[in-house]
């Protein structure tokens, strides 16, 4: 690739963890080997030593550097702070994209972008919502307001890139507006995360990985496992990784539950090196766009029960019996009795990996990224 034709993008976003920290780092190093130059723009406050040892892996692909200032998660007067300060930071970088992912990191890059386009910068602002405010519901007044400020940030959108056809309906349903020129661009799996992973020999009955919070369901989870173990009328083991503000939360209710000695928790820790430690993975969010461990737990031929919320049918498949609606702590343990009982029958209602490849590669997602940018800037 010719210097010419490198772009110069820079990902904006809030906090360092979860799926959309995957889904940059991802494009982060597929678009390096591309020749281009990428520059990430973060919040300096959350995260921790897992966080640290991501970002340290990825910092050869950065020609563009790594920034981290404070930036909060709730709406308030420390974001004209922080807009000044990244603006005078994204100045030096002269970037031809900006992409701000999630709620926050889409306002700051969609703002911040148009700033440098009054200094005469030909800058292109796209933003990925990954859920974001589309949680909110639109009959609540926070969701309103939310909604109210994402209408007023499209006239300083160039693109929407979407991660699954869920998230692009809700956009439209919630925020409507004459929405910006849009694509639905699939999470993708890099190829070494095809490879199939083995439980350990005293691996648990069943694996919770994920953030500490209402909503990914850890709640619901530890309900369920109580509410199986009297399904299958004997004891169940399971493992919780992860890390939150809730965490306390969730380890007094195992407490309660009298689950402590069969349930373990363990911090956050890389997702092929967690997928050894449970048999039958259990993904039991209220609220999901396409989440990335669905991906690599079933890319990696594990056997997984998740609720049916966001993009996740989707990846298994619209009525997959694998699906169980979501907060029905009954529903989910009868499906997790079943696991336990007849281990085959869960695994044979998982995707195959020929279909997976196909549809959520992350060489393809890096593509018509890639391809999307240039659209918009021409």
Do not use: W
Not at 155 to 165: H, I, K, M
Not at 242 to 254: A, H, I, P, S, V
Not at 284 to 289: F, K, N, V
Not at 359 to 369: G, L, P, V, Y
């Amino acid at each position: 690739m010719s210097a010419s034709d490198s772009l110069r993008i820079l990902h904006c976003f809030r906090s360092p963890v979860g799926g959309i920290f995957r889904h940059v780092r991802d494009l982060v190093e597929l678009h390096y080997e591309a020749g281009h130059k990428v520059g990430i723009l973060c919040d300096s406050t959350t995260g921790g030593a897992h966080e640290d040892a991501l970002f340290d892996g990825i910092r050869p692909y950065l020609d563009l550097g790594l920034t981290r200032t404070p930036i909060r998660r709730s709406i308030g007067p420390s974001d004209l702070v922080a807009l000044v300060r990244c603006t005078n930071e994204i100045k030096k970088l002269q970037p031809d994209i900006i992409h701000g992912h999630g709620a926050k990191g889409g306002a700051l890059a969609r703002l911040i972008g148009s700033r440098l386009r009054v200094s005469r910068s030909r800058v292109a602002r796209f933003y990925s919502p990954h859920g974001g405010s589309l949680h909110y519901s639109d009959s609540r007044l926070s969701g309103k307001f939310y909604f109210l400020v994402e209408r007023l940030l499209e006239r300083f959108t160039d693109g929407l890139a979407f991660v699954s056809d869920y998230e692009r309906k809700a956009y439209l349903s919630k925020v409507g507006g004459a929405a910006p020129p849009n694509r639905l661009i699939y999470n993708g799996l890099m190829e070494r995360e095809f490879e199939d992973i083995r439980p350990a020999n005293d691996a648990a009955d069943f694996l919770y990985i994920g953030m500490m919070r209402q909503l990914k369901g850890p709640d619901i989870f530890i309900d369920a496992i109580a509410r199986a173990e009297q399904i299958a009328d004997r004891p169940l083991t399971a493992v919780m990784i992860g890390d939150g503000d809730e965490k306390e939360n969730y380890r007094q209710m195992l407490d309660r539950n009298g689950l402590l000695e069969r349930v373990a928790l363990h911090a956050a820790m890389p997702v092929r090196e967690a997928l050894r430690l449970g048999r039958t993975v259990i993904v039991p969010s209220r609220a999901e766009s396409l989440p990335y461990l669905v991906l690599e737990a079933l890319a990696a031929g594990r056997p997984m029960i998740a609720t049916s919320v966001g993009g996740i049918p989707e990846i298994f498949g619209a009525g997959s019996e694998a699906l169980v609606p979501s907060e029905n702590v009954e529903a989910l343990a009868e499906a997790m009795a079943r696991a336990v009982q007849q281990p085959h029958d869960i695994e044979s209602l998982m995707p195959t990996k020929t279909a997976l490849h196909e549809r959520f590669s992350a060489k393809r997602m890096a593509t018509d990224m890639v391809d999307f940018y240039r659209a918009r800037l021409a």
